[in-house]
């Protein structure tokens, strides 16, 4: 049996490979470490031409100066970077960080018991669920922020509904301030915050949870020994992601913000398109991304530190 | 062995279904203080439910747990006094060994010098002294079971559960961690409720074991009681191997069995509750391989009383420790006859078709449990064995 079965498979004519079927199995196969790294190309391509090249461009840029009617004179100068130090737009960095901040903070506060109840509670309805959480993504950005305007504003939906219900005299600032900005921030990034903390929930094994409660531990006792710790990943991916681009919106303060809640992202904006000054944008973001790299860099030490029982 | 004031665990007629599927049918155990007690049978026979619900990780759906006498089925896991090895071992991965062993005892706010000796007598119970700052992520499965045992152990319940523990290891280290668990039950002297799917693990280890099958206990006892004499066709064909046939009860008088074996062959079996077995019925029986002796020669003398079946050779297997010789004591198509024999005979190959004859000392054929009643139209169902 088995040799007629092997005798049949000699007849089989060979199955002659295309020429791209060769070079395909040549790349897939890894055959050698150089070629392996063929398959790194595509992405190293786009990143050097659209991404390190403009950053290479902007910082040559941060060091040249401002012409007359916004041409750029190719001098070599720090003086964007002295001006860009100038104590004056401090507020504004602190503003910046303390808005990022405190939506990063909501966002996990909001978020954590969100993931929670996805990974341990949702069963069924957690793919629903899910893709509730990305409806936001799939709705323009300025859409969304004019509906967050008429919701919020001095005559708005909110203050139309709460003054009709006799709960409130005159209409709530609910616009143009720290809040409407925040609250912004958390509606467009909180899926950022959810995701990873989703993730990292998910992939606790529940018998470790098992394992906490058989030796004793109550279910309060557990989840700080166990789920929380092994959470943190989670909750250190979500936070980065939602921190750095809070730190670098400038649409949510343009529109939520009004005139006296500009963010460093604004700023920057600002020179680029208002005062057409752009080696003073440019080293104005080129100081953003340096403080962000650092600020990263410690977090990520913070991280790798050992979690202590 | 059993204490005056009773068993220490007892299982009451627990039934538990998971949707529409009953995976416990009205278990009830008791489980006496300082055995070694083993869960016994095949994947999806209601063992390791019956060990979460001891746990508290399930909740029966009717019956009760009793710990020491208490009702315990109503409490949560964290208040049960019993811990669990589990099978994958659910080691905390962001503690050292020191901390996974130490978390019950922190739980329970033991001062820290005290966690520190216990963690350490711990360790070196189980062989892993020296090893307290380890992570437990860049441990071998073996370590990583002792790890589980000792956060276990530490402890001290009155009850240890283990479930399937040394499923996930190596069958060399799997043999030595027997021996090794077995041993250490013994000195500690805690009450060790141990599940397995693998019948040797259970024999090697077990004062007790309880063969589960489709959410009943088929029967409880001593490995030797299980192996000698099993109940059902399931236990016999479970633990061990055996040959299982079907036998007619023609005639049962004073004691005496007549019986026909596989509607071929007659004999008579003494037993010691007749009224158990009435006429007409059909009863399986079983035969270990190894309790047959093969003759080729028909003028050799079988022991007094045995029952020899003449026989044709199908098949004669050497398998270095011993040799398996397939009988065909029922004709072609009937029943195969196993027989595992050390004698030397049997080492040189034989031609199939030869005539064999099987002697088989009454004693050693075991009556199990029945399958119908003989009805004169048709031959009783083919009752297959594995």
Same mark, same amino acid.
């Given at each position: 049996?088995?040799?007629?079965?092997?005798?049949?498979?000699?007849?089989?004519?060979?199955? %002659?490979?295309?020429?791209?079927?060769?070079?395909?199995?040549?790349?897939?196969?890894?055959?050698?470490?150089?070629?392996?790294?063929?398959?790194?190309?595509?992405?190293?391509?786009?990143?050097?031409?659209?991404?390190?090249?403009?950053?290479?461009?902007?910082?040559?840029?941060?060091?040249?100066?401002?012409?007359?009617?916004?041409?750029?004179?190719?001098?070599?100068?720090?003086?964007?970077?002295?001006?860009?130090?100038?104590?004056?737009?401090?507020?504004?960095?602190?503003?910046?960080?303390?808005?990022?901040?405190?939506?990063?903070?909501?966002?996990?506060?909001?978020?954590?018991?969100?993931?929670?109840?996805?990974?341990?509670?949702?069963?069924? %309805?957690?793919?629903?669920?899910?893709?509730?959480?990305?409806?936001?993504?799939?709705?323009?950005?300025?859409?969304?922020?004019?509906?967050?305007?008429?919701?919020?504003?001095?005559?708005?939906?909110?203050?139309?509904?709460?003054? %009709?219900?006799?709960?409130?005299?005159?209409?709530?600032?609910?616009?143009?301030?720290?809040?409407?900005?925040?609250?912004?921030?958390?509606?467009?990034?909180?899926?950022?915050?959810?995701?990873?903390?989703?993730?990292?929930?998910?992939?606790?094994?529940?018998?470790?949870?098992?394992?906490?409660?058989?030796?004793?531990?109550?279910?309060?006792?557990?989840?700080?020994?166990?789920?929380?710790?092994?959470?943190?990943?989670?909750?250190?991916?979500?936070?980065?992601?939602?921190?750095?681009?809070?730190?670098?919106?400038?649409?949510?303060?343009?529109?939520?913000?009004?005139?006296?809640?500009?963010?460093?992202?604004?700023?920057?904006?600002?020179?680029?398109?208002?005062?057409?000054?752009?080696?003073?944008?440019?080293?104005?973001?080129?100081?953003?991304?340096?403080?962000?790299?650092?600020?990263?860099?410690?977090?990520?030490?913070?991280?790798?530190?050992?979690?202590?029982? | 062995?059993?204490?005056?004031?009773?068993?220490?665990?007892?299982?009451?007629?627990?039934?538990?279904?998971?949707?529409?599927?009953?995976?416990?049918?009205?278990?009830?155990?008791?489980?006496?203080?300082?055995?070694?007690?083993?869960?016994?049978?095949?994947?999806?026979?209601?063992?390791?439910?019956?060990?979460?619900?001891?746990?508290?990780?399930?909740?029966?759906?009717?019956?009760?747990?009793?710990?020491?006498?208490?009702?315990?089925?109503?409490?949560?896991?964290?208040?049960?006094?019993?811990?669990?090895?589990?099978?994958?071992?659910?080691?905390?991965?962001?503690?050292?060994?020191?901390?996974?062993?130490?978390?019950?005892?922190?739980?329970?706010?033991?001062?820290?010098?005290?966690?520190?000796?216990?963690?350490?007598?711990?360790?070196?119970?189980?062989?892993?002294?020296?090893?307290?700052?380890?992570?437990?992520?860049?441990?071998?499965?073996?370590?990583?079971?002792?790890?589980?045992?000792?956060?276990?152990?530490?402890?001290?319940?009155?009850?240890?559960?283990?479930?399937?523990?040394?499923?996930?290891?190596?069958?060399?280290?799997?043999?030595?961690?027997?021996?090794?668990?077995?041993?250490?039950?013994?000195?500690?002297?805690?009450?060790?409720?141990?599940?397995?799917?693998?019948?040797?693990?259970?024999?090697?280890?077990?004062?007790?074991?309880?063969?589960?099958?489709?959410?009943?206990?088929?029967?409880?006892?001593?490995?030797?009681?299980?192996?000698?004499?099993?109940?059902?066709?399931?236990?016999?064909?479970?633990?061990?191997?055996?040959?299982?046939?079907?036998?007619?009860?023609?005639?049962?008088?004073?004691?005496?069995?007549?019986?026909?074996?596989?509607?071929?062959?007659?004999?008579?079996?003494?037993?010691?509750?007749?009224?158990?077995?009435?006429?007409?019925?059909?009863?399986?029986?079983?035969?270990?391989?190894?309790?047959?002796?093969?003759?080729?020669?028909?003028?050799?003398?079988?022991?007094?009383?045995?029952?020899?079946?003449?026989?044709?050779?199908?098949?004669?297997?050497?398998?270095?420790?011993?040799?398996?010789?397939?009988?065909?004591?029922?004709?072609?198509?009937?029943?195969?006859?196993?027989?595992?024999?050390?004698?030397?005979?049997?080492?040189?190959?034989?031609?199939?078709?030869?005539?064999? #004859?099987?002697?088989?000392?009454?004693?050693?054929?075991?009556?199990?449990?029945?399958?119908?009643? #003989?009805?004169?139209?048709?031959?009783?169902?083919?009752?297959?064995?594995?």
């Amino acid at each position: 049996m088995t040799q007629t079965a092997e005798a049949a498979a000699e007849n089989l004519p060979a199955r %002659r490979e295309s020429r791209a079927e060769k070079l395909l199995s040549w790349l897939i196969r890894g055959a050698s470490p150089a070629a392996s790294h063929l398959l790194l190309l595509p992405a190293a391509a786009w990143l050097l031409v659209f991404l390190l090249l403009p950053v290479a461009c902007l910082l040559a840029l941060s060091l040249a100066t401002r012409g007359p009617y916004g041409t750029v004179v190719w001098s070599f100068t720090w003086a964007n970077f002295g001006r860009a130090l100038n104590p004056m737009y401090l507020p504004v960095l602190l503003r910046t960080a303390a808005y990022a901040g405190s939506a990063t903070g909501l966002c996990l506060a909001l978020g954590f018991p969100l993931a929670y109840y996805l990974s341990f509670y949702a069963g069924k %309805r957690r793919e629903t669920l899910l893709v509730m959480l990305m409806i936001p993504f799939w709705t323009s950005c300025l859409v969304a922020i004019y509906s967050w305007m008429i919701i919020l504003g001095r005559h708005g939906l909110l203050n139309d509904l709460l003054g %009709r219900l006799g709960l409130i005299q005159a209409p709530l600032p609910l616009l143009n301030n720290g809040f409407s900005v925040v609250l912004g921030l958390v509606y467009f990034y909180i899926p950022f915050m959810v995701l990873p903390l989703y993730g990292s929930l998910e992939k606790i094994p529940r018998a470790y949870l098992e394992a906490a409660y058989d030796l004793g531990a109550s279910p309060a006792e557990a989840f700080l020994k166990v789920t929380l710790p092994l959470s943190l990943p989670g909750v250190f991916a979500g936070c980065l992601l939602t921190f750095v681009p809070c730190m670098g919106d400038f649409l949510t303060a343009e529109f939520l913000g009004g005139p006296r809640n500009f963010l460093i992202g604004n700023l920057i904006q600002n020179q680029f398109l208002m005062s057409q000054d752009w080696p003073f944008g440019a080293a104005l973001t080129a100081l953003l991304v340096l403080s962000l790299i650092s600020g990263l860099y410690f977090y990520q030490r913070l991280e790798a530190r050992q979690i202590e029982p | 062995m059993q204490p005056p004031d009773g068993p220490l665990l007892s299982i009451e007629g627990v039934t538990k279904s998971f949707g529409d599927t009953t995976v416990l049918r009205e278990i009830s155990l008791d489980i006496r203080k300082g055995e070694f007690l083993t869960f016994l049978g095949p994947s999806g026979c209601g063992k390791t439910t019956t060990l979460r619900i001891i746990a508290g990780f399930e909740a029966p759906d009717c019956g009760r747990i009793l710990l020491e006498g208490q009702d315990i089925t109503g409490l949560p896991p964290y208040r049960r006094d019993v811990h669990t090895v589990f099978q994958h071992y659910a080691l905390f991965p962001h503690y050292t060994v020191f901390n996974n062993v130490a978390f019950g005892l922190r739980i329970r706010r033991v001062p820290e010098a005290e966690i520190g000796k216990r963690v350490r007598e711990a360790l070196s119970l189980v062989k892993l002294s020296g090893f307290e700052e380890r992570q437990t992520t860049q441990m071998s499965g073996g370590q990583m079971q002792r790890v589980a045992l000792a956060r276990a152990l530490i402890g001290r319940p009155a009850v240890l559960l283990l479930d399937e523990p040394l499923g996930a290891l190596d069958l060399k280290l799997r043999k030595e961690m027997q021996l090794e668990l077995k041993t250490l039950q013994r000195r500690l002297g805690i009450t060790f409720v141990y599940v397995t799917h693998d019948q040797e693990e259970a024999m090697t280890m077990s004062d007790r074991i309880a063969v589960f099958n489709k959410g009943v206990i088929e029967q409880l006892g001593a490995p030797a009681q299980i192996y000698e004499r099993p109940k059902t066709s399931f236990v016999a064909d479970f633990i061990g191997a055996a040959n299982v046939f079907s036998a007619r009860v023609l005639d049962a008088q004073g004691g005496r069995l007549r019986l026909r074996l596989e509607e071929r062959v007659e004999f008579e079996l003494l037993v010691e509750e007749p009224s158990a077995y009435p006429a007409g019925t059909i009863f399986k029986l079983a035969i270990r391989p190894e309790r047959v002796t093969v003759r080729y020669r028909e003028d050799e003398p079988a022991a007094p009383g045995a029952l020899r079946l003449p026989a044709v050779l199908a098949e004669n297997v050497y398998l270095g420790n011993a040799s398996q010789i397939y009988l065909q004591p029922f004709g072609e198509g009937g029943k195969t006859l196993l027989a595992v024999s050390m004698d030397s005979q049997h080492r040189a190959p034989r031609a199939a078709g030869s005539p064999a #004859w099987a002697d088989i000392r009454l004693e050693d054929i075991l009556m199990l449990e029945p399958v119908g009643q #003989w009805t004169n139209a048709a031959t009783p169902a083919e009752t297959s064995f594995a």
